[in-house]
Every structure is written in structure tokens, then in C-alpha cells.
């Protein structure tokens, strides 16, 4: 019961089924977005939507169920597989180094390398570090974080909000075309709150199938396209944004649908 | 942080240990004056050179352990690793009668072997650090007695192998100052390992699993590997530490050994060293290791009892760590 809906789907998967022993934690979930969207993911706890996250990054493997890619159908079972298609997940818990400053964290992983040492093994060659701050620059410039200092900032330095917007930058940087935010606000105060938003809204204009789960409605009615309910496991339904109101999602999330209004959308 | 951008390395987990270290510079400067105000005999070249010479084992070994340190483990078992690496040594250069390179070869490929395996350990069987090293510690410790019987082995039947440590390359070019080659080998390391760590990918990714490893796998590196790599690196220098051991005393221990890791862990804390991981620097190391030689050093010129010394180092090394947690709970 996914709407159809105008754009056309950038990263599609249809009957995701996945159990955990005795838990059917997926029962047959599609779920879609379109580049230059931002489709929020929503739903009560225990709904699925970390499972499906994950499903969708890779880092767990769906029991049955179809991924396709521009229409393309193709096998995402593991998070190289995922990072290899474009996709990147943003964690709740933001995984960047503390002790490293925004540069290094943004290049962890993809570390440019000073040319002429070849003869060396990869994990005793210099770092260029010019070249490193020249992506670093360029990455957080695409996403308009105004309030940096310098990408030579420790990440422990920084506010939550600023962590926020690198560990999203992260993933925008590494060639990704969907990126995956988990609750990217839970943790956050209104000004760095309202400093993330402007940067998922940014990733819409670059292009990006943004995914974004959150629980917060005022946040997702400010930031997303469509809204894609879970409830048990199952789909509820999906909304355009404009087109619904904060009290019918969580009538949705917690009740489900009444049969006579379903599909919305 | 206004520093030239382009500057950046230096800065890299290390502002922090910027503080330390110079608290700990300035305690071996203090260290140095007292002692030679005290005693005019301390201030002499030859016992300069006994201070260094003091310091080549323990910050060699203290060096290796830094690059563990930092990444959040531990190693306790460099001390056994030592003596183990110059066991192995005198089993190929005197009982096999093997040409000197295949020694040292030998002391640096078992101190790899041994490392790479408490990695994988570590890395691989997800034991912790300390348990895996504890574990390596007393394994190595019996292989050690097991081979040599007990007994030490002698390096007379191998000319040149006491130059490693006790000669001095440095003497040829300023005979005033003849630097034991102890103490060069030392410095190399130190400015080598101390080039990887700020400098490569290598010390990036030390770094970076020491602050959050979880982080580090997520970015798609393959953390397990890299922290396998950094313990094998770790017990090369380690079997540099046994060459230099052997060569000095020219001969093998195998008694010897149990004891070393803790001194080596002393000169990495007092150097500003993080035990939690994330934070450190190889210069701090050696001033760590130069002020527990100086310490012990000028204590004895001053004829007191070493059972005082070690008392005084025990002090150092709580006074150093609680410096550490007094900046680490003030803002900023």
C-alpha cells in the first residue's frame, strides 16, 4: 500500500520479511524514496523502522524480500554492499572520533594518500593532509554548515548539532545517493535542532534520497516529503506531507488504519 | 587552535597531551638541575651517557606499548616478549652459529610473530587486551626458560654482537660525546614510530580505534586488521628492545624480563599517555622513560637506598596520572 506518488523511486525494496527466532519483526515491508526527497520513516516503538534501517544499510539481512536501484533489482547483504550502491546511514549514536578534528573524521576510511610513495604498504604512507582539507571544506560547504570554524576543529569540541551536521557530511561526501538519518534531533537543543534540519533540507537540494526516522512530528512535518508509516512490522501507509496533518500519523502509527479511509496517499 | 591550518598533524588526538607532556619536560628539567646542584658528579658526560644508556631498553619497550596504549589496549606481556626475542636470538646466533643480520632478523621477526598473534587475540577471539597479554606474558616467560633449559646463552662465539648497544657510532664523529648505539637505536625508533603515528595512515586509524572503534568499522575499515597490524608493529620494536637487552648484557636471560612492561607502561603515563585510549605521543614517551633513568640515576649518586628509589618512582607515576585526571575535569 505504498503510494504511488510523483516521483520516480530511487531506492525501492518490496516484501521485506525479517524474523529474529520467533519475532517477525518485518512482514512484508515496501518502502521507497526518490532523489531530492525526504521520506520520513515513522512508527511506534518496536514498529520496524530501525529493522528496516538496517535491512536497507545492510548491516542486517532481510529474510526475503526485493532491493532495487533506479529499477534495477540488486542484492544489498552487507554494509559494503550497501556503501558500494550509495547508500549511508547516519547513526543515532554518530560514530566519529572525538580526538580526531572534522577533516580526519570526514576522510576516516577514504584517507587521501601523498603520491610517490607507492613502494610503501597503504598503512605506511603519508597522509595528504592539504587534500584532505580541501574535500573536507568541500563537503561541509555543500551542506551550508555555516557555524564551523575550521574543519581542523576537534570533533569534541564541537555542540551536538555540529557533530550532527560532520556525521551527516560524512555520508554525503562518501559518493552516497541515499542517506539514512536515525533520529539526527533526539538529542539535540531547538537552535541545533533547527541547524540539522537546514542541512537534510540542503541534501534535498543536492540530489540526495534522504531517509529520515524520527519520532518528533513538528520536525517532520517541517522537513519531509512524504511520510511512510510502520506499525507492527507492516506498513500502514504512506502520506505526502502537505497533504496530512500531525494528529492522522499518529493515529496512523498507534491505531493503524481505519478500512474505510486506507491508502491514503 | 589558530595554528596554521596546514600545520594539522601535530594536533591530531593530541591537544590534550600537549599539557602533559610539558609538565613532564619540565619535570625532567627540574629532575636534571636538582640533581646536578646536589651532585657536581651528575652533570658528567659519563654519567649522562650511563642515564641514556639506562633509558634505550625501557623506552624502546615503552614506545612499542605507546602504540597499543593508544589504540585502548594494553600489553603486558613486552617484558617476557623481550627476553623471549633475545632467547631466540642466541638460539640461532650461538647454538646454530647463523651470521649476525639473521640475529637481529630473528629478535624483530619474533617480537612481530608474537605480536600479531596477542592482536589476533584481541582483535579476532575478542579477548581484552589485558587478559590475551597476561595470558602471552607467562607463555612467553615459560618458552623462554623452556628453550635455554634455564640457562643464559652467551653471545661470545658472535664478534660484534655487544656493538649493537655498547658501541657508539656517534663517538666517530664527536669523541667527547661517544653516545652508546643503545641510545641512537632508541632515538631512530622514536623518531620513526613517532613520523607513523602523526603522519600515516597507519596512526590516523591508532588513533581513531583508540577513540571509537565502532566508528572506525562503520567507515568500512577493516579495524580487526589494522589492530593486528599495530600490535605486530608493537612487538617488532619489542624485539628491538630484546636485541638491545642481549647485546648490552651479551647475553640471554631467560630469567629476565617479568617486570619490564610495568616500567615501560610508568614511562608511557608519565608521558602523558592516555590508558583510555585516544591520546598520546611518542616524545612524551621518551621524556617519560629519560625522567624514571634520571631518577633512578640521580638517586643513586645521591646514595639512596634504591629500595627508596622505587618508592619515589611509584609516587611519580601516581602524581603523573593524577595531573592527567585534573586537566581532563577542567573545562576545555
Redesign the interface.
Known amino acids: 500500500m505504498v503510494g504511488r506518488s510523483a516521483p520516480p523511486a530511487h531506492l525501492a525494496v518490496r516484501g521485506i520479511h525479517k524474523r529474529f527466532g520467533g519475532v517477525h519483526a518485518l512482514k512484508g515491508v515496501d518502502f521507497e524514496v526518490a532523489r531530492g526527497e525526504v521520506m520520513a520513516l515513522v512508527g511506534d516503538n518496536g514498529a520496524g523502522k530501525s529493522t528496516l534501517m538496517k535491512v536497507l544499510a545492510g548491516a542486517l539481512t532481510a529474510d526475503e524480500g526485493q532491493f532495487f536501484l533506479d529499477d534495477r533489482p540488486v542484492g544489498v547483504n552487507s554494509p559494503n554492499d550497501a556503501a558500494a550502491l550509495g547508500i549511508q546511514i547516519v547513526y543515532q549514536d554518530l560514530a566519529l572520533c572525538e580526538n580526531l578534528d572534522v577533516a580526519a573524521n570526514l576522510s576516516l576510511g577514504t584517507e587521501p594518500v601523498k603520491p610517490g610513495w607507492g613502494f610503501l604498504p597503504r598503512l605506511l604512507r603519508p597522509l595528504d593532509e592539504l587534500e584532505m582539507e580541501v574535500r573536507a571544506r568541500s563537503a561541509i560547504d555543500r551542506l551550508e554548515v555555516r557555524t564551523l570554524q575550521s574543519v581542523r576543529a576537534k570533533v569534541g569540541g564541537l555542540s551536538g548539532g555540529q557533530r550532527q551536521a560532520i556525521a551527516i557530511a560524512r555520508a554525503v561526501g562518501a559518493q552516497s545517493t541515499v542517506v539514512m538519518l536515525d533520529e539526527p534531533t533526539a538529542a539535540l537543543g531547538v537552535a541545533q535542532t533547527r541547524q540539522v534540519l537546514e542541512v537534510v533540507k540542503r541534501m534535498r537540494e543536492t540530489g540526495h534520497a534522504v531517509v529520515y526516522i524520527s519520532h518528533n512530528m513538528r520536525d517532520i512535518f517541517e522537513v519531509s516529503d512524504r511520510i511512510c508509516v510502520l506499525r507492527h512490522g507492516s506498513n500502514v501507509a504512506t502520506y505526502r506531507t502537505a497533504d496530512t496533518n500531525p494528529d492522522e500519523i499518529v493515529v496512523a502509527m498507534t491505531r493503524g488504519l481505519d478500512p474505510s479511509t486506507s491508502d491514503a496517499a | ?1 589558530t595554528a596554521s ?2 600545520d ?2 601535530a ?5 590534550g597531551a600537549t599539557q602533559q607532556k610539558l609538565l613532564a619536560f619540565a619535570s625532567l628539567i627540574v629532575l636534571v638541575i636538582g640533581f646536578s646542584v646536589a651532585n657536581s658528579n651528575f652533570m658528567q658526560v659519563s654519567n649522562l651517557l650511563a642515564i641514556l644508556q639506562a633509558a634505550s631498553v625501557n623506552g624502546v619497550l615503552a614506545i612499542g606499548v605507546t602504540l597499543i596504549i593508544i589504540t585502548g589496549g594494553i600489553d603486558l606481556s613486552i617484558g617476557t616478549l623481550m627476553t623471549f626475542c633475545a632467547v631466540m636470538t642466541g638460539v640461532v646466533l650461538t647454538w646454530l652459529g647463523a651470521p649476525l643480520i639473521v640475529g637481529v632478523v630473528t629478535a624483530i621477526g619474533t617480537g612481530a610473530l608474537s605480536g600479531l598473534i596477542s592482536g589476533s587475540l584481541v582483535a579476532k577471539m575478542k579477548i581484552p587486551p589485558f587478559i590475551a597479554t597476561l595470558g602471552m606474558m607467562l607463555i612467553l616467560k615459560g618458552l623462554s626458560l623452556i628453550v635455554t633449559g634455564t640457562r643464559p646463552i652467551y653471545f661470545n662465539d658472535t664478534p660484534g654482537f655487544d656493538q649493537i648497544s655498547r658501541g657508539s657510532l656517534v663517538g666517530w664523529v664527536v669523541p667527547a660525546f661517544p653516545v652508546p648505539n643503545g641510545v641512537l637505536i632508541l632515538f631512530v625508533i622514536a623518531g620513526l614510530v613517532s613520523w ?1 603515528l602523526s ?4 596512526g ?2 591508532t ?2 580505534l ?3 572503534e ?3 568499522r ?4 577493516n579495524a580487526d586488521a ?1 589492530k593486528m ?1 599495530i600490535y605486530a608493529v608493537a612487538g617488532a620494536i619489542v624485539g628491538v628492545g630484546g636485541l638491545l637487552i642481549a647485546s648490552r648484557l651479551n647475553s640471554a636471560q631467560p630469567a629476565l624480563g617479568l617486570g619490564y612492561e610495568l616500567e615501560a607502561i610508568a614511562a608511557v603515563v608519565i608521558g602523558g599517555t592516555s590508558l583510555s585510549g ?2 598520546g605521543t611518542i616524545l612524551g614517551t621518551l621524556i617519560g622513560a629519560l625522567i624514571m633513568a634520571v631518577l633512578t640515576n640521580g638517586l643513586r649518586v645521591l646514595s639512596v637506598a634504591p629500595e627508596w628509589q622505587t618508592v619515589v618512582t611509584g609516587a611519580i607515576i601516581i602524581v603523573a596520572v593524577y595531573a592527567d585526571q585534573l586537566r581532563r575535569r577542567a573545562p ?1
Open positions: 587552535m591550518k596546514t594539522s598533524s594536533r591530531n588526538g593530541r591537544r607513523v603522519r600515516t595512515v597507519l590516523r586509524y588513533f581513531a583508540g577513540s571509537n565502532e566508528a572506525v562503520l567507515s568500512g575499515v589494522w597490524a585516544g591520546r576545555g
